[in-house]
């Protein structure tokens, strides 16, 4: 896209000033004609010194990373490189920042938005630029490409490009510790491989061995049985980990037509929170939130796995959370079971639980899941089914082992 200084210089503007110059001609005015003659060469010149001007220019954004936790800075280089025989007097680059963001060096330019870098580069050379960036708050974040402009040595026209690859930036949700006393299951139904089996994980093969009679044909390798010719069964891991699935409900958190952000944040990073030292301890997590999530626009359904990997991929998710609800959390819930063994520990975090909740809790615990619901906020107490643990989470520091019911 191409900007002139004035409408002069625009191409109406240059066609009258070129009948001007005929006219000059034609009537023997030399002081007009050499000033309009002078006016239009220089003109011509920058016309065609601007239309070069972006030739051979491009921008490159390098990140440090594009996943961190709110508050971290990381390192943004943003190079810039003129790949022709003709000298750039002057180049802009810009280079939007979403609102979340500030900018953490240099120092004094804090609150710069859109970060703007400019330069005069000679032929085949490069500039480069560092910058630290940090994320104030948890969310998604998608980066566009860069804004180029440049134009010629006079400045009457300038020539605007986008450049360069768009990405985008995860802040994750704050971690704070957690007492896993919180977790009732966790302690009587352990966490580590048994030495006697006590059941075995259909999910977790570790060999195969030859077929017997008293074998389930469900657990035939048929791989391993076509590749050896004889029927071949897996052997399962046995464990005696329980499986934990985190429930938090969007909904919950309006309330005539008003959203409890700041709940909603706590909510967020307390699922983070308790997913990462689960994980930690080698118990398979899932999440399940009836959201709409940033990138997809669909409820966030992570089935319950273990694994360092899990961390990630649950906190990548929380960080793409969004308050807008995909519906009620009963029918979510509903048609999220399929994910779900029995025996698995399910952790609702809640802050208005919905009417009949306490019997959707009452219903689970009977079907043989363990139930603990998580309260979050200031709200008065729910009705809650007999037997059904509940604690109160009205801050951070309620995880670490003050939460009381």
């Keep these: 896209m191409t900007t002139a200084a004035g409408n002069l210089l625009t191409l109406p503007g240059l066609v009258a000033l070129a009948v001007v110059f005929l006219l000059a001609a034609w009537y023997s005015q030399p002081a007009i004609l050499m000033l309009t003659g002078l006016f239009l060469s220089t003109a011509g010149l920058a016309r065609l010194w601007n239309r070069f001007a972006l ?144 059941f075995r994980d259909p999910t977790h093969t570790i060999g195969v061995r030859e077929y017997l009679r008293s074998d389930s ?12 010719g004889d029927l071949q069964v897996k052997v399962l891991a046995a464990t005696t980990a329980f499986k ?10 309006r309330s005539d037509d008003a959203f409890a952000e700041a709940d909603f944040e706590l909510g967020i990073s307390m699922a983070g929170s308790i997913a990462t030292v689960l994980c930690e301890r080698g118990s398979p997590v899932g999440l399940f939130v009836n959201t709409r999530l940033a990138d997809t626009g669909q409820p966030a359904v992570i089935a319950p796995g273990a694994g360092r990997s899990r961390i990630v991929e649950i906190l990548e998710t929380l960080a793409k959370v969004t308050g807008r609800s995909s519906g009620p959390a009963a029918a979510f819930l509903d048609a999220q079971k399929f994910c779900l063994a029995a025996g698995t520990t399910l952790i609702f975090l809640v802050a208005r639980p919905a009417d009949g909740f306490a ?3 009452a219903g689970l615990k009977s079907t043989g899941f363990k139930v603990l619901m998580l309260l979050v906020g200031e709200q008065a107490d729910p009705a809650v089914p007999p037997g059904v643990p509940w604690h109160r989470v009205r801050r951070s520091d309620d995880l670490a082992g003050d939460a009381r019911p």
């Design 55 to 198: 030739t051979g220019v491009w921008a490159e954004r390098d990140l440090e990373t594009t996943r961190f936790f709110p508050g971290e800075p990381i390192e943004c280089t943003l190079r810039l490189f003129n790949r022709k025989p003709l000298p750039l007097p002057w180049v802009q680059l810009e280079h939007d920042l979403p609102p979340e963001f500030v900018l953490v060096e240099p120092a004094g330019r804090r609150n710069e938005t859109p970060i703007r870098r400019a330069a005069a580069l000679l032929w085949y050379r490069s500039i480069t630029w560092k910058l630290r960036l940090a994320g104030e708050r948890r969310g998604y974040y998608p980066l566009g490409p860069m804004k180029l402009t440049s134009g010629d040595f006079l400045g009457l026209y300038s020539r605007s490009r986008l450049d360069g690859n768009p990405t985008h930036l995860i802040v994750y949700p704050h971690i704070f510790p957690v007492d896993t006393r919180l977790i009732p299951s966790l302690h009587p139904m352990g966490e580590f491989q048994a030495v006697r089996p006590m």
């Design 217 to 228: 044909l469900k657990f035939i390798h048929w791989k391993a049985t076509a590749r050896r």
């Design 244 to 253: 934990v699935a985190l429930f938090l409900d969007v909904d919950s958190f």
């Design 359 to 361: 019997d959707l809790l």
